[in-house]
């Protein structure tokens, strides 16, 4: 396992008072894939944004190991490709463009540009560059803007519902590309609600049980991949 | 079928409009002398036997017309180098401005489904324009400023509770309704902010367009070079958020680039005016292009084109300047749409 970046201990996260998830104990490695399950409304967004500082926690800690500052800590981010909104024009290049110009002034890229057409090429989109981004299938939009955020060097990467709306062979080529990335060290968080793409990727599942009580926070507990595929495997035959 | 390339459709579209914006002047021109009544002759009689002055009307001509070129069948050329150097250099520069400044504002206003704060603010505006009208201030400019600003910000809030979408209506009647009511019994005071909202009898002071022209270049330059920024709040404001940016506060600055430009551009040219080159270039340019560069310097080409256009048909035809530049818009849009269902892509 790789080094640690980031340790949550006894933590609270919530708004305005109100305490949404609560974690007893969390880790994430440099080259580890922690994938983050639960039901909606249960609290997944709240849980990354307290994990990777946008949120400070009600109570607990949140430690950054990798420097005294947060900003260090490049925390890449790839948006759910149906909530893009299509009606801006814009080319693929411009959309994967999106993750580098976030972190430069005035959003300006310049030579960074060269960055993301070379990840373009490895994820063999490069093609698509100039192509007006709409026009693209699902399939490569993910792949677009997967590549824009990591055209960011990104320490930590967070990817929310990323197989949404693809079809099963643009979900494995996805979740076969991510593989790559992670066996090179890369530390991912995967928001979803699909176990089974989380049971293929990631090596802990922080698994959000909501609390029976309206107002009370939900549960975060760590399983492995095993746990979770018995646990919803199990729930199907009570159904059935 | 085969598609057609995408200029060739631009051009026909092009030609069609600037033929029909001629068609409209020639038999405007060309119309017979019988037009003019036996009461305008008599003006004109009247007018022959004083000392000539510089027309401050519309269209202006050359020079006055005698009675016998009053009567005559061709209607007197007018001299558009005059109109342009000498009687309205001043109203021109600070449309073309507005033109700039709104045709890229405009495009993001669209983008990010913000028309209606957009008509909304005009409307605000006016409720500050009253309020200095009420209180009888010299400058009516900061009064409107300082309400906009309120509104602006309680506009930010709203959007926050997730209210902005019937906040915003309401700006828009509370202006139409306050904005009267604060002069309400003052007939000047009433006639000047009709003016202000239907842009009739345009006329730009040195000192109003001192102001406006630098800072509408500078607002629309400044919107301009944040292109990025403003796709990626719309597309991922996570990712902006997570590398450190507030996006609420990049909202804000987007609203207070656009009040500018509407406080500005209101107070010297008027609503209708500046509505029309808020919407209309960026409307028209939109369904032909694929990146936001393309779009914006395409809005600018459009608005100073519909500018032209406008000018030419109110001399020509005798009609308010910025409801020419509106209706020479609209036409080009109408054309614009219908030709995009055409293309291909």
């Known amino acids: 396992m790789g080094d640690k970046l980031i340790e949550v201990k006894n933590a609270v996260f919530g708004y305005g008072g109100r305490p949404v998830v609560q974690v007893e104990h969390l880790e994430l490695f440099r080259g580890q894939c922690l994938g983050i399950f639960g039901p909606n409304g249960s609290g997944k967004t709240t849980l990354v944004r307290g994990i990777t500082g946008l949120l400070s926690p009600m109570a607990g800690q949140v430690k950054h190991e990798l420097s005294v500052s947060t900003s260090d800590l490049r925390i890449g981010y790839l948006p759910q490709h149906r909530n893009l909104e299509l009606h801006w024009p814009m080319t693929a290049l411009d959309a994967a463009s999106l993750a580098i110009s976030a972190r430069r002034i005035f959003g300006w890229i310049g030579i960074r540009s060269k960055d993301v057409l070379a990840m373009m090429d490895r994820l063999q989109i490069s093609q698509f560059a100039n192509r007006p981004f709409a026009a693209l299938s699902g399939g490569q939009q993910q792949r677009v803007l997967l590549s824009g955020a990591l055209a960011g060097d990104p320490t930590v990467l967070v990817l929310d519902e990323p197989t949404e709306g693809l079809d099963v062979r643009s979900t494995q080529e996805l979740l076969d590309l991510l593989r790559q990335f992670i066996a090179e060290g890369l530390a991912t968080m995967i928001i979803s609600h699909e176990a089974d793409d989380l049971v293929q990727v990631s090596r802990e599942i922080a698994w959000l049980h909501p609390a029976s009580d309206v107002g009370q926070a939900s549960r975060v507990e760590i399983v492995t991949p095993q746990t979770l595929g018995e646990a919803i495997l199990s729930a199907a035959r009570r159904v059935v | ?345």
């Not at chain 2, 309704?177 to 842009?199: K, P, W, Y």
């Not at chain 2, 406006?212 to 403003?230: D, F, H, Q």
């Not at chain 2, 987007?254 to 430009?261: A, G, P, R, S």
């Not at chain 2, 209101?266 to 779009?295: D, E, H, S, Y």
Request: aromatic share 8%; charged share 10%; net charge positive.
């Open chain 2, 1 to 345: 079928m085969k598609k057609q390339p995408r200029w060739i459709i631009l051009l026909t579209v092009s030609i069609a409009w600037l033929f029909s914006c001629f068609s409209l002047s020639a038999a405007q021109t060309t119309q017979p002398s019988d037009s003019v009544d036996q009461s305008t002759q008599e003006m004109l009689k009247e007018l022959q036997s004083v000392p000539q002055t510089r027309s401050a009307g519309n269209p202006i001509v050359s020079s006055a017309p005698s009675t016998e070129d009053a009567l005559a069948p061709q209607t007197p050329a007018i001299d558009w180098w005059h109109l342009i150097r000498y009687d309205f250099p001043l109203m021109l520069i600070t449309a073309a401005a507005v033109g700039v400044a709104g045709a890229l504002l405009g495009l993001f206003v669209l983008l990010r489904r913000e028309a209606l704060v957009a008509l909304a603010i005009p409307q605000v505006v006016a409720i500050g324009a009253a309020l200095g009208m009420r209180l009888e201030w010299n400058n009516k400019l900061l009064p409107a400023l300082g309400v906009a600003l309120i509104a602006l910000i309680y506009f930010a809030r709203s959007k926050r509770w997730n209210a902005g979408n019937w906040i915003v209506p309401s700006f828009y009647v509370a202006g139409l309704c306050l904005s009267f009511l604060l002069i309400a019994n003052h007939g000047q005071d009433v006639e000047d902010l009709q003016r202000m909202f239907t842009g009739v009898d345009v006329a730009v002071d040195r000192k109003t367009a001192a102001i406006a022209i630098p800072v509408l270049l500078v607002v629309g330059l400044i919107c301009a070079l944040l292109w990025r920024r403003w796709l990626l709040l719309a597309q991922a404001p996570a990712a902006a958020e997570l590398a450190g940016l507030r996006p609420t506060r990049w909202d804000a600055l987007f609203l207070l680039l656009l009040t500018i430009v509407i406080l500005l551009g209101t107070n010297a040219l008027g609503v209708v005016m500046v509505l029309a080159m808020l919407f209309l270039p960026a409307a028209t340019i939109l369904p032909w292009t694929r990146r936001l560069p393309a779009a914006m310097l395409g809005g600018v080409i459009l608005s100073l084109i519909f500018l032209a256009a406008g000018f030419y048909l109110s001399n020509t035809m005798n009609w308010p300047l910025s409801q020419s530049i509106g209706g020479a818009g609209c036409g080009a849009l109408a054309i614009s749409q219908l030709a995009a269902q055409f293309k291909g892509d």
